[in-house]
Structure formats: C-alpha cells, structure tokens
C-alpha cells in the first residue's frame, strides 16, 4: 500500500542526460523519516501488549507458506520509480508477502488510539499491516509503503494478523477506482496470496 507523505529530500537516483535508470527491489530509495523522528518501542519480543510512550514497535512479518502473486498495478510502481520489469523475478511474491524484506526497508508497526463502537477504545495500533518505510521517487515525492495482512504484532489483540482474499481484492479494486474518480487515495502496488491449510475432498458413492 502506498501513502503520499509531504516533505522533500535529495534524490539519490542516478540521472543520465534525460533518463533516469528505474528502480529494482534492491535499489529503492527508501528514507524513513518516521522512525527516525517518533519514539520507538524498547520491547523487542513481539508479543501483545500495552506499549507506553511510543509511536512505532519494530516486528518482522511473519512468513508465510508458497506465495503467489494475484494482481499489481504498474500505475502504483511508477510512483515510485519501480522498473516493471520486477514483475519477472521470480522472488517476487517472496518481498510482497512479507517472507523477504526489501533492502533498506525497516518494518514497524504503528501504534496509536482511537474510538470504536461509540467509545474511546485506548491502545489500538497496527494489527494487521507493517510500515516498511518511505520511498523518494525522482520528482521528490515521498511514498509510505506498507505490508498488509503480515502477522501478528503488539498490536493484533486476539486476531492473526492476516487478511482474507476477499477484502484484499475490494480495497486493491476500490482504492484504484477512488484514485481515477480524482479522489485522493492510497495506492496498491500488488497483492498476494497463500494456501492456509490443504483440504482434499473425497465423494462417496451412497448407494
């Protein structure tokens, strides 16, 4: 998921003439402004709980079982500067799920609080998604990315941590559509999927 994030940085990108080479996984220009500037969780477990005085806790996705790939918006890679040519590598679903990290990336959940239900809930937080840092694209615009769905963090109370298919595919479908209505919005770059468990099913013959 990207997020548009205000702020200006020296770009990094190497520019040659009137081209610019495009990024690849291991090339993005990541600058995490965030981590560097909000208090950080001392807690290094990942376990749920409260966590006092801090806006992010460091946690690895947890990985996942046979990846595979279901959709990707080329749109949402040139935001930041993502060559399509990415799509061809075969450890691709390994970086978008979460079983591989992308270089420079810092994972993180965010915490924070809020109302539910018609009432201040306290500590919320991230239950279900990692920042994995900001993205610098060649016109100086910075892009939060985030893991969705990627286990479970301090913050994931009695959930997995996971996201269904279903709800995946709205958000991916209608976080597009709201970005072409000209209405502001994040942006999916792409989406993928794991079998939980195997199910095999026999049919018996009644006579």
Known sequence: ILSRMRGRV?????????????????????????????????????????????????????????????????????????????????????????????????????CYCGHQFGRFAGQLGDGAALYLGEVVNKNNQRWEIQLKGSGKT?????ADGRKVLRSSIREFLCSEALYHLGIPTTRGIMFTFYCLAEVTYQRAVIP
């Open 154 to 158: 301090p913050y994931s109370r009695t």
């Open 10 to 110: 020296r770009c990094r990108f190497i520019v040659r003439g009137c081209l610019r080479l495009m990024a690849t996984f291991e090339t993005l220009n990541f600058d995490s402004t965030a981590l560097r500037t909000l208090p950080i969780d001392s807690e290094k477990q990942n376990y749920v709980r409260g966590v006092p005085g801090s806006c992010f806790s460091l946690v690895d996705p947890t990985p996942v079982r046979k990846p595979e790939l279901v959709a990707a918006s080329r749109p949402a890679m040139n935001l930041i500067d993502l060559d399509e040519d990415q799509l061809k590598r075969p450890d691709l679903a390994l970086y978008f799920s979460g079983n591989r990290l992308l270089p420079g990336s810092v994972p993180a959940a965010h």
